[in-house]
């Protein structure tokens, strides 16, 4: 009787119905991840066609479609699971290396004291003060030469002219 009444309600299940679904599709997908076949198999056994039906729906309505297969299972291919933990060891490597390849005596280290609130040391110091020196020059030579740019410019447009 009450299947009857959910087919004369088209493709739209009351909340009750979907809800309840939702429920043993997320209990379904508890077993699948964390138990075995035993379990599974105890479960489906235990629910009626249409129960089964309903939270195949849901199930469905839950998986996101952006997303691949392989990323989707990714989860239980222990291959996949290994690149993953490789891909983040390399990934905490690189920045350990980075850090590395900032020693004392550098602009980066001189930054670094400042961020950490620690009086730069005399290496950082005289690092930062060339650093300072070189970019001062570069934004002059820079200045100079548009300067020098637009000078060439106007005196074209006065002959133009
Ligand atoms: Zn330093």
């Not at 195949?56 to 998986?63: F, K, Q, S």
């Not at 390399?90 to 609130?117: C, F, M, Q, S």
Request: aromatic share 4%; glycine share 4%; charged share 30%.
């Amino acid at each position: 009787m009450r299947d009857h009444t959910f087919r004369n309600r088209g493709t739209v299940p009351d909340m009750n119905r979907a809800d309840q679904a939702v429920i043993h599709g997320l209990e379904l997908v508890g077993l699948v991840r964390d138990t075995g076949l035993d379990d599974i198999t105890l479960f489906i056994n235990n629910r009626t066609r249409a129960d089964l039906e309903a939270l195949t729906v849901a199930l469905a309505a839950m998986v996101p479609i952006d997303q691949a297969p392989s990323e989707l299972l990714a989860w239980c291919d222990p291959d996949a699971q290994r690149r993953e933990r490789a891909r983040r060891h390399r990934i905490l490597r690189a920045a350990e290396v980075r850090r590395v390849l900032r020693p004392h005596g550098t602009h980066a280290a001189y930054a670094r004291h400042k961020n950490d609130g620690t009086t730069p040391c005399d290496l950082c110091v005289a690092a930062e003060r060339t650093y300072q020196r070189d970019r001062k020059r570069r934004v002059r030579a820079e200045q100079l030469r548009a300067a020098s740019v637009m000078s060439d410019t106007v005196d074209g447009m006065q002959v133009a002219s």
